[in-house]
C-alpha cells in the first residue's frame, strides 16, 4: 500500500464504488457497507476481472519504469496463479457464467483476452503518467458548502498526449458491447474528473478527456476504445448528486432494487429476500 492510499484511508471518506452501490441498490450498501455482512456468493466476473486488471497493471507499470513490456507469457502466468488462488480460496461459492462454466474455461477466456490485449495495446504518442493512481477531494453540496467527507477513488491509467492534454482511462472486461450514450452518462469517469480538477491536474473550468478500453468476453474475444470527455458542469452535478447520497445514508434510507442484470450477481440475494 502507497503511502498516499494511506494517508487517504486515514481520512473519512466515500469511494466511488459505494456512491455507485447506493443508487444502484442502497439496501445492499446498507449490507456490504454498515453491516459488513460476509458474502453468500461471488460471481466468477469479480475474481476474473481483478485479475485482468493486475495484469493491465503490471503491463503498464513495466512500460513506465523500464520502457519495455513484461513478456507475454509472465503476464499469462501471473493471471493464472492469481485466479486459481482467489477461486480455490474463495470462502464462498463462485457463481460460474454460461461463457466459461468451470475454471479451466474461465483460464482459457483469460489468456485469449490477455493475448488479444497485448497485441492490441498502442502507446504510440502517450506518455504514461501514472498507474492505479489513488486521489481524494472535498465533497461540497449544492450551496457550495464543504462536507466532513471526502470522495476517494483510483484512476487506473493517467495519459498524456502528445498535445500535452491528459486522459483518463479506465479498463473494463465486458461480454457485452458499451453504447455511447451509456459511456457519456458514466458516473465513474464524471468522479475521475471531479478528483483530478481538485487535485490541481487540470484547470477548474477545463473538460477532461477520458477513455474506456474495453476487452471483450467473446468466443474471439476484441479490445474496443471507448472516448467521451466530462466538464466543469458534469462536475458540479456529481458533487449534487454524491451530497444527495451522503445525506440518505445519513438518514438511513435503504430500500431494494426493482430488478436489473445487478441482482442476478448480488451476493446478498438471500437476504435481500428475507428484508
Not at 24 to 49: D, T, V
Request: net charge neutral; aromatic share 10%; hydrophobic share 35%.
Amino acid at each position: 500500500m502507497t503511502q498516499a492510499l494511506q494517508q487517504i484511508q486515514a481520512e473519512l471518506y466515500v469511494s466511488f464504488s459505494q456512491i455507485f452501490t447506493y443508487l444502484n441498490c442502497s439496501l445492499k450498501y446498507q449490507f456490504q457497507y454498515l453491516e459488513q455482512r460476509p458474502a453468500e456468493r461471488m460471481s466468477s466476473s469479480l475474481p476474473f476481472g481483478k485479475e485482468i486488471h493486475n495484469v493491465l497493471e503490471n503491463y503498464y507499470r513495466e512500460v513506465k519504469e523500464y520502457g519495455h513490456p513484461p513478456q507475454l507469457e509472465r503476464l499469462l502466468t501471473v493471471f493464472k496463479e492469481g485466479l486459481t488462488l482467489q477461486i480455490e480460496q474463495s470462502h464462498v461459492p463462485i457463481i460460474f457464467k454460461k461463457e466459461a462454466p468451470d475454471l479451466a474455461s474461465l483460464l482459457e477466456m483469460g489468456h485469449s483476452i490477455i493475448q488479444v490485449f497485448y497485441k492490441s495495446v498502442d502507446l504510440a504518442g502517450y506518455e504514461i503518467v501514472d498507474i492505479e493512481l489513488p486521489l481524494s477531494a472535498p465533497l461540497y453540496d449544492e450551496n457550495g458548502q464543504s462536507q466532513d467527507i471526502k470522495l476517494f477513488g483510483v484512476i487506473d491509467l493517467l495519459l498524456k498526449d502528445s498535445t500535452g492534454g491528459l486522459i483518463v482511462v479506465d479498463n473494463k472486461t465486458s461480454a457485452q458491447k458499451k453504447q455511447q450514450s451509456a459511456i457519456d452518462e458514466d458516473l465513474q469517469m464524471t468522479a475521475y474528473s471531479y478528483l483530478l480538477a481538485t487535485n490541481g491536474y487540470i484547470f477548474p473550468r477545463a473538460e477532461v478527456k477520458c477513455r474506456f478500453d474495453v476487452l471483450r468476453k467473446l468466443k474471439t474475444p476484441t479490445m474496443e476504445y471507448y472516448t467521451t470527455t466530462r466538464t466543469a458542469e458534469h462536475r458540479k452535478r456529481f458533487a449534487k448528486l454524491a451530497s444527495r447520497v451522503l445525506r440518505g445514508i445519513e438518514n438511513r434510507i435503504f430500500c431494494p432494487s426493482s430488478g436489473g442484470w445487478l441482482c442476478s450477481d448480488c451476493q446478498y440475494s438471500e437476504a435481500c429476500k428475507r428484508w
